[in-house]
């Protein structure tokens, strides 16, 4: 498995230092130990930067909304990628860790939300709202849609997910050139930033909607 870094950098959040992180590191289980490993299997997304020192075939599905995602074990200041490699040692199947990852996610979710830190305010006269978790797992309330109502209301929307602990809501109508450009100025200043395109959210139903992104910085 490869170790990443999380959660993501900016405001208010605490990024770990590499002793934080070999700290937590010695109390991870065995992987090859799917008993032990299960209940911290979680979805993570792409990167926008891959990690140069990957290594393995990362195990990877492709989620509704129509969204790649990987595998990853959270240990506190960081993850760790499950790979291809490493899940053919556990005794279940690949859709079985993507399903375990899923109500892992769930489970973490439906206690947290209540602690989830909201901003509303508005750049140039458009109104946002902007939500974290804390924990490093905003982004992926994209994976339970039927959750985004319960945190951002039944007004259809637009969502941006530069950051893993970062999800925005704009107006549903909103000029896509303006979220790209909002989406591509967070994810400059997050190393750990995400490769996300935007996702609209009308009665009920999430789709993924393209940014305008630039071929030179796809």
Known sequence: MTVA????VGPGIHVPDIDEVLRAARDVPDP??????????VPIFERLRPFPFDVGQPLAAVLPPGVSVGIGYDFGPAFMKVTRELAARWPVSEREIVERALANLRRRMGTGLHGLQTHRDSIDGIPFMAVRSGDGWASTLLLVPDLLET??????????APMRDLLIALPIDVDLEFAT????????????ALCLEGFAWRSGRLTCRPLLRRAASA
């Open 32 to 41: 090859g130990d799917w008993g032990a490993i299960a209940a911290g299997i």
């Open 5 to 8: 870094l999380g959660p993501p």
């Open 151 to 160: 945190v951002f209301g039944c007004e259809p929307s637009l969502f941006l």
């Open 181 to 192: 450009s909002l989406t591509e100025g967070f994810e400059a200043l997050d190393p750990n």
